[in-house]
């Protein structure tokens, strides 16, 4: 019988407290790789849903509420306008990769509940609107034929609230005019599900304001740097710039408070496992003190049996931590749910992302943990003297 | 950073904005129910759908009822329909429900109010666009409805508009160059009525 073979059979003697050894693992492990997913997962589907807004920086007028949830609570007014010749002067720059022009307009709806209510409306470049959004894709028809034209295409919601579908009829508010569904939206998860898009064109004929946007949204090049091209931007007169990768670090910001919080419980879970390995450990030692006692008085060197209970150690975090990283694998599912409902902001997509290298990292991070907390039993053991052992009572 | 703070409040306002009312909801039921039941104490809301209460045998039986199939994307079983039912101290006053209807130009919601019999004691559009909305809002058409019951619509075909009833030929459009917003209300008051008679009034029948 080898080492190993012995440091196994000694954990087969204690079935009942082997196994809550290895459960404490598990859930120790199971937590970590957990975590380290979600850092990840979180990152990169936030990453994806800033990318999906189709552009990096967003350039409104000063002091315009560039937000339609804005609008609505201040009843569609306070919209300010920056000419359209500014498409140009931004376009012009070497950074930039693509821009498109947006106008929004507000409308008082009367017959929208008992009070009335706001209706927000999104005049967009049929060229160039679709190309920053890849991820709008069509539950019925396509976008606008032409670039002024009297047609609408809805987002889910909007077209569900409206129940309308592509070759239906609709009015919009201030104009006479009767406008055509030509496309519906498959959902988003984005605000673009309750908009209502018109040609930017005609936006601006039936609300007169030609030559006027309210925003103007930019896609720069991959190796454009952001920081510096935003800083040339904050030179153009009565602009103001929402870069996406500032609402990004604001939003990382937020939920590394929440982190620090998981992490100081993944910490006391760790903690709760070295110490549960160490409790195990050294009680087996104090069971077995005139067994090994007898293996010192038959030749096992200090070493030998140091080696003994280190292995064991290793055994018990080994077992546990690769059933811990399958639970992690299997139930990623439900704990992206309890993330979603705990977390006051969730982006869409993957939130826990387990990949090899994370499995590994916490693999070895238990049996490290475990190592520790094994050390002080095993150099206990190490040190039995062997006729105090065989003399003593237990 | 203040600016930065507002845009996330302002996307988490906007989404909500966004995401309400796929179903029939009384934008504000505080308010709508004491406006309709003045002397009411509470309210209690429950959630309804055709699917989950019978499937497609009961969205047979509500079709054959109503004399039409739903029709298109949005008026499918799955819909969850809104019921307020209204209190006063421990008693049960009344009753609220919306629904959905495909109008001309948009989306018209027709809420109704029934008494405990189950007749309409009030009729209210949430939303409806038309040219001829302000029409249509008209307490002397709203006005038309009050008494009737689903008894009062069981001939009315909404395909074709017709029935022998005379108290539903009486009930005047008030642009009678362009009836498709008026037969969609009809259909939805009938819609209504039907779904109302499953969800409360006979529903252990």
């Known amino acids: 019988m080898n080492i190993f073979q012995l440091s196994y059979k000694n954990l087969l003697r204690r079935k009942v407290r082997t196994s809550f050894t290895v459960i404490g693992i598990i859930i120790s492990t199971w937590v970590l790789v957990t975590l ?7 990152e990169n589907s936030l990453n994806n849903d800033i990318d999906g807004m189709g552009f990096q920086i967003v350039l409104t007028a000063k002091g315009c509420p560039y937000e339609a949830a804005t609008l609505m609570l201040k009843g569609g007014t306070g919209l300010r306008y920056m000419p359209e010749e500014i498409v140009k002067e931004v376009n012009f720059a070497e950074e930039v990769d693509k821009t498109t022009a947006m106008l929004m307009h507000a409308e008082f709806d009367p017959n929208k509940g008992e009070n009335g209510g706001t209706i927000v409306y999104l005049g967009i470049d049929p060229d160039t609107y679709p190309e920053m959004k890849p991820y709008l894709n069509f539950k019925q028809g396509n976008w606008f034929n032409e670039k002024s034209v009297n047609e609408i295409v809805l987002g889910y919601e909007a077209a569900e609230l409206e129940q309308r579908e592509i070759g239906d009829l609709m009015l919009i508010l201030g104009s006479e005019l009767e406008f055509k569904v030509v496309g519906v939206l498959n959902r988003t998860g984005t605000q673009d599900d309750g908009m209502i898009f018109l040609p930017l064109k005609t936006v601006q004929e039936i609300f007169d304001k030609k030559g006027e946007l309210t925003m103007l949204g930019i896609r720069l090049k991959r190796d454009a740097d952001i920081s510096a091209f935003e800083e040339k931007l904050y030179e153009l007169p009565d ?24 992490f100081s419980i993944a910490f006391i879970a760790f903690l709760i496992a070295m110490f549960g390995v160490l409790n195990t450990v050294l009680m087996s030692v104090f069971e077995r003190y005139q067994e090994i006692g007898i293996l010192k008085a038959m030749g096992a060197l200090p070493k030998d049996i140091f080696n003994i209970i280190l292995i064991e150690t290793a055994l ?20 992206e749910i309890a993330i979603r409902h705990f977390l006051p902001f969730t982006p869409s997509g993957s939130l826990i992302k387990v990949d090899e290298k994370i499995a590994v990292i916490s693999f070895f991070a238990i049996i490290l943990i475990g190592i520790i907390g094994g050390i002080y ?16 009572d237990s | 950073m203040k600016k930065i703070v507002t845009f996330l409040i302002f996307s988490v306002i906007l989404y909500s904005f966004l995401f309400a009312a796929v179903g029939c909801d009384l934008n504000d039921p505080d308010r709508d129910v004491k406006r309709f039941f003045s002397d009411s104490t509470g309210y209690k809301t429950a959630y309804l759908s055709l699917e989950k209460l019978g499937g497609s045998e009961l969205l047979k039986e509500v079709e054959q009822k109503l004399g039409d199939n739903f029709q298109g994307l949005y008026e499918t079983p799955d819909v969850p329909y809104t019921v307020y039912t209204i209190y006063k101290n421990s008693d049960i006053i009344g009753y609220i429900h919306g629904i959905n209807q495909k109008g001309q130009y948009g989306g018209i919601q027709v809420f109704l109010v029934y008494d405990l019999k189950g007749n309409i004691i009030n009729f209210y559009y949430q939303k409806l666009t038309s040219k001829k909305a302000k029409d249509l809002r008209a ?15 069981e001939n009315y075909d909404p395909k074709t508009g017709k029935t022998d009833n005379k108290k539903i030929i009486e009930i005047k459009n008030p642009n009678p160059d362009n009836n498709i917003d008026f037969l969609a209300t009809i259909r939805a008051v009938k819609k209504n009525l039907i779904l109302m008679d499953i969800f409360v009034f006979n529903k252990n029948k």
Not at chain 1, 36 to 42: E, Q, R, S, W
Not at chain 1, 242 to 256: C, D, E, F, P
Not at chain 1, 316 to 335: A, K, Q, R, T
């Open chain 1, 316 to 335: 018990l975090c080994s077992i546990g931590g690769i059933i811990g990283i399958i639970f992690s694998y299997l139930f990623s599912n439900v704990s």
């Open chain 2, 139 to 153: 307490t002397s058409f709203s006005n038309q409805f009050i008494g009737l019951n689903l008894k009062d619509f």
């Open chain 1, 36 to 42: 380290l997913g979600f850092n990840k997962g979180y």
């Open chain 1, 377 to 392: 039993p095993a150099l206990h053991a190490s040190n039995i003297r062997p006729l105090d052992a065989i003399r003593s």
């Open chain 1, 239 to 262: 602009i103001q710039v929402v870069s996406m990768a500032q609402v990004k670090n604001t939003i990382m910001n937020l939920v590394s408070s929440a982190k620090v919080i998981v």
